[in-house]
């Protein structure tokens, strides 16, 4: 049997369409980009993800240039036209004649836009106000970018300058604020209109605890630090549409924690991960940013895992997975992800199957857009581990094709990101 002209033509309109969407035969076209920074090279690796399989392909030119030294933690801007990352640098400390200054030229954030098929170029970069910046988030609208800092500048004045990083009474972090061009993506520094310094002047950052490790940008409009040097979270309100920080009439609130290590929630509860006690803490929101426990206080991690690093809540914030990095099982101490169902009380409910394997030191946890799979980055041995996620029991499968990706060729896959459609 033959095709007429017309068949043939139809087909090949049909396959040149197909390549346009990113669709072949054994996939069914790109639901999404995700980009992985690593540390060994200083790079950002960027794939495809494809909807039937979940496979990641990696997008043209990948591996980009992190656009610094050290980069850590990245966001995505809603609408996924631009991509920021955060290069922690090498912060130096130089003391002469008995006077110590501190210096954090290496490090910076740097604005990549993104392509349509999801390649980064790379724009420009600034830096933060602080010293040693760790952490980057936007709020819900995403107008603005908050920097954490873990020392402050009024740190340094208070005599905070020996070795980084520090837990003592006078090193305290802070956050630096930026407005968002929606055209651009440029960054523009926000002044902190509460305070001032010595000269009079708007201070350019907002001050918070003792050795902030993470924040997170809550649904109630407030961003909480989480601060590893007394182990409590320092609550602004950011809620008003101009990206300002304001204090609120709650102090910094007290965990009771030996070892935090992690901040996340939904609409209704924040959790926070305790790597000391090996435990879960759950909080409901309170009024002017305050925190209060939810009835039966907190988790146990499952059996057999240790070191609780990060949490992450599915879309839908049905379902807490937490990364440990270890286990206490001396035959199999593998990274793992523990897996709940949040209750209705904020309570968890270990997840049948679960703890679920994963790459070596797992930092970070992503979603893809259309809530099929999860990726996990893992620092120790440079892969991104995929799983297929039950929506309806939060349970968690291997991909069809291979669940582990090689990002970098030797450790170092530290955070990811994921977009959608780009807008």
Known sequence: MTLSKLGRAALAFVAA????????SCGGGTIGFMWVLGTQYNQVAGYKIDDYTGNLTSTVGSPYTSGGTNPVMLVVKSGGRYVYVLNAGSPTITTVAGVSTISNNSSNISIFSVGGDGTLNYQESFPSAGYSPI??????????LYVLDQ???DAIAAGCLTTLPQ???NCFGDITAYALDPDTGRATLLQNQSFKNANGTQLTYFNVGLKPIMMKYATNGCLYTLDAGNQSLFPYSASGGTGQLVLTTNAAITTGASQLTSINGN???LYLTDAGANQILPYTYGTNCALNTVTGGSVNNLLL?????YSFIDAKGKFLYVLNQSGTNVNNANSTISAFVIESTGQLQAIAGSPYGVGAGPMCMVEDPTDQYVYTSNFFDGTVTGKLINQNTGELALL???????????????????SGNID
């Open 17 to 24: 369409v197909a390549m346009g969407l990113g669709m072949t």
């Open 135 to 144: 952490y980057l988030t936007t709020d819900t609208s995403g107008n603005f």
């Open 151 to 153: 020392v402050s500048p």
């Open 167 to 169: 837990s003592t009474a």
């Open 267 to 269: 609409a209704s509860y």
């Open 305 to 309: 895992t240790s070191n609780p690093v």
């Open 400 to 418: 069809s094709r291979g669940s582990t990706f090689n990002a970098f060729a030797k450790a170092g896959a530290t955070c990811l990101v994921i």
